[in-house]
């Protein structure tokens, strides 16, 4: 194993170049933000999507509850017993599901979604994010990108809500109807807070007439017609 | 342009598996966390070196103060401006300099840059992290990480501080220093705020002694012994 030398170091003042990357990678970055009810379908549909994007030669990389509710944006009990936050910090940092926590949670999603797209990988989030004004606003971290606006496809997975209450994967919304008939309401979107649907979705599916592999066909057309994988 | 039909797509139950991810970017993912002063050439190493990376067939990406100070981990002030953020939840969700909020600076981007790594990436984080038990708890983030431990490296950038206030780019340790001279401290590390050393690092440069090759190379070949990249 031959030692790299200095002298066969090279390298120019600046920062690397979206081209740079895209040369490498055989893509430029783009984010595909799924939104939709629970149990929609949102998350079955994105992770076929990456697990296919990957198996065609395409970077991408899947963000959801799983990999940032306990992370990235984890709730003030996870940072106390995780990371050892004393209570008033866990509660300043921590996310929980007020308005205002809400609209945290996508920002930093959509903070997180952009660098990932900036680096030239297909970012595909899956979180409900139920408010117009967040989802906007994470397009708006897109479009505002320091090195050149990153393209952002809304996906809207408009699976009927009886769908989705049939399926109810989580048992949410049994725990949420439950809630509001005990008076006390546990702020379920599409129960007792409001989902507001996309108005110009780029791309709209719906798990009550489409297959996993119908919807994934559909997404990836989509991104060849945008020129942003190969056919 | 052949339209991609659902009978052509094949997708397994479950997440992508690391193995899939390797297996694409030709790399398993690791976190290569530099460490050090303001002014110690953290970033100019690590810019090089992600550079140098790429030119290699590696994907890299940096993360530093230029997309996360402005973006995922705000100010106060920032949040307000550019995101529209009321007083109160700028003032909660944004960062300032306290040792807490340094404390969830370095938590959130510990976070991401394993978000990166997990995705095959070789993540390049330059931030000062002046405190040990923070970078610790950044590694272990990485050890822990649900889809299998992450490779977390230590870049300690030991340049001696005399010539980080030497060169003083950003013309901060003069600020400092009169600040400090007028009796109202601004909590500048090495001037009135701790740098805790790290104990183990994995990597050490020095600016004083080496030049921007040398510190790339002498990383590299540490990579290049982990197995984490080609030679």
Redesign the interface.
Known sequence: ????????????A???TRE??AK??KQTGATLWFTGLSGSGKSTFA??L???L??R?H?A???DG??IR???NAGPKILVE?????DD?AK??GLAFSA?DR??NI??IG??A???A????IAVTSFISPYRKDRD?ARQ?HE?N?TGAIPFIEVYVNTPIETCEQRDPKGLYKQAREALAAGKGMGFTGVDDPYEAPLNADVTLDASKQ????G??IV??YL?KRGLVA?
């Open positions: 194993m031959s030692e790299i030398k200095a002298t066969q170091i090279f390298y120019h600046g920062a690397v740079e990357r490498l990678l992770v076929a990456e697990q296919v990957i198996q030669g970077p990389y899947v963000l799983d990999n306990f992370g990235l995780t990371r050892g936050y004393a910090q300043r940092f205002v609209e945290e920002r930093r903070e997180v952009k660098l990932f900036d680096a030239g990988l606003a971290i505002a320091k297959s996993v592999e119908d994934v066909a990836l057309n060849v056919a």
